[in-house]
């Protein structure tokens, strides 16, 4: 561009006349400088020929504007370059990456871009990269852009292919409070708390004691409702399992994991305080949260003990209800604790599981199948990963025969996956249900429910998963990386025999 002009106006050189020479050097002064100081320089020459001063003045405008037109064409390269880059990854950009990636405008403008890319593959994609290409480059601009680990970006990443779970965990849930309809009930409470200046509505249908609060001119967790115990704050989400459990009055239900005691009251309300509800944790730091909640809320019939919840089948049995809210990853509740964004690792979610399991199968195990009104176990966690989910559930399954899923109960909510990534778990595991932050704005959770058939133990005990959690703790403890993933699939193998 900038060389054909300069051809073109060179032919006109020795034409000009004065206005001319006069327009054209104002016309100069939008390109350079430069201009000025050449034409002070010729007249301090006192250079007289009109003509021979023209070509001059001339000469260097061309120069100006040829250096302009060069800097117009390069930047316009550089942003051609730019919208490149926005939809497919450069090979060996490695050591392009720290500065590409510092702009976060950058990064998001390249994940809306991949994203419309891969939606429309045909039109819009390079066939020659694939579409894995894509989603490696997407995973690590998620990973980039929402402050996650690379691992636990793609996970994530693979379970949902949807940004607007990313974006959910950027956002606070709704402040949710539950009536606590052992002192009050919900119509009461909601008029209190409008009178105090609180702005809230229903939950939904689906809860007829949880009330949605979207502002308050007092704190929410300081009113006098609710420390005469008429309330409690609790996520929608930690609702769900105990709707699932169901309790009746008058049975003897074990809630293996209370701490803080939410769940464990609202089971009380449920049952009005009949019955006998032995709350336990096996954090005796925890259990101060758990005590102080029972109290305040008026809870009569709850008996507060400290085990492992796996010794359980030991200790006592004979439970009508169990329900067990695992120990989890946390993936479903980031929005809360960002922390779990890069403080998860590939370890974590095998040692996890491996707990849960043994968990569930003393939960299991822990159940009356002769019970009149019960023989149900309720597993939910606050987690939306495969391993900690259906894997957990599909393994219960295998290693207790005498359980069988049955419907939560729940109006809403996902189905549990049946299959994913090549691995096939039974077509039971639909009864499941999930529940996701950009779905549902609630956090995630999971929430499974069984029914016992009977107490005849399978030949595998909870003792023998018990013992084999001491020789994983060895085998985590080894230095050999190469040793410790060949035993550790040896563990699994066993684990998952009948």
């Known amino acids: 561009m900038g060389t054909s002009d300069s051809d073109e106006l060179s032919t006109d050189e020795m034409s000009l006349d004065d206005e001319e020479v006069e327009n054209n050097g104002k016309k100069a002064d939008l390109f350079d400088s430069t201009d000025d100081e050449s034409i ?14 023209t070509i001059v003045m001339r000469s260097e405008r061309l ?78 601009d ?138 336990n944790d096996a954090s005796k730091d925890r259990l101060k949260a758990l005590v102080a909640n029972i109290h305040r809320l008026g809870v009569r019939n709850s008996v507060v003990c400290n085990y492992d919840g796996r010794e359980f089948p030991g200790v006592i049995g004979g439970f009508d209800r169990v329900l067990l809210d695992a120990p989890c990853s946390g993936t479903g509740v980031i929005s809360k604790d960002p922390g779990v964004k890069i403080n998860k690792t590939e370890k974590d979610f095998m040692i996890l599981p491996h707990l849960q399991k043994q968990l569930i199968l003393a939960a299991i195990d822990s159940v009356d199948a002769k019970s009149p009104t019960g023989g149900y176990i309720v597993y939910s966690t606050c987690s939306v990963t495969i ?29 549990g996956f049946t299959k994913y990534r090549g691995k096939i778990f039974s077509p039971a595991l639909s009864l499941t249900r999930r529940y996701y932050p950009h779905v549902h704005n609630m956090d995630g959770f999971f929430v499974a429910k069984f029914k016992k058939l009977s107490n005849k133990i399978p030949s595998t005990s909870t003792a023998k998963i018990i013992a084999e959690s001491e020789l994983w703790i060895k085998v985590d403890n080894s230095g050999d990386a190469g040793q410790l993933m060949k035993e550790r699939k040896e563990i699994f193998t066993r684990l998952m025999m009948p």
């Open 40 to 53: 002070n320089l010729t007249e301090k020459k006192g250079i007289k020929n009109t003509t021979e001063n």
């Open 63 to 140: 120069e100006a504007k040829q250096k302009h037109d060069a800097a117009l064409a390069e930047a316009e390269l550089q942003a051609n370059m730019k919208q490149t880059e926005m939809f497919v990854l450069p090979s060996g950009q490695e050591g392009e990456d720290e500065q590409t990636t510092t702009d976060l405008q950058v990064v998001h403008q390249r994940i809306q871009n991949i994203i419309r890319t891969l939606n429309n593959f045909k039109e819009l994609g390079d066939h020659e990269r694939g579409r894995a290409e894509y989603i490696s480059q997407l995973t690590k």
């Open 142 to 279: 998620v990973a980039i852009y929402y402050g996650y680990s690379e691992f636990m970006a793609e996970k994530l990443f693979h379970l949902f292919s949807a940004i607007e779970f990313f974006e959910a965990n950027e956002v606070a849930r709704p402040v949710t409070i539950r009536t606590n309809t052992i002192r009050t009930r919900r119509r009461d409470l909601a008029q209190a708390l409008v009178n105090r200046g609180v702005n809230l509505e229903p939950i939904g249908k689906w809860s007829k004691v949880g009330l949605t609060v979207f502002d308050s001119s007092v704190p929410i967790g300081a009113t006098p409702e609710y420390l005469a115990g008429h309330y409690i704050l609790q996520s929608a989400s930690s609702f769900l399992p105990v709707m699932a459990l169901a309790p009746q009055e008058n049975e003897k239900i074990l809630d293996m994991a209370a701490a803080p005691g939410g769940k464990t009251a609202y089971i009380s309300a449920l049952m009005k305080n009949s019955g006998m509800i032995f709350a």
């Open 387 to 415: 391993e900690e989910n259906e894997q957990v559930v599909f393994y219960a399954l295998k290693k207790r025969p005498n359980v069988k899923l049955v419907s939560t109960g729940l109006e809403f909510g996902r189905e």
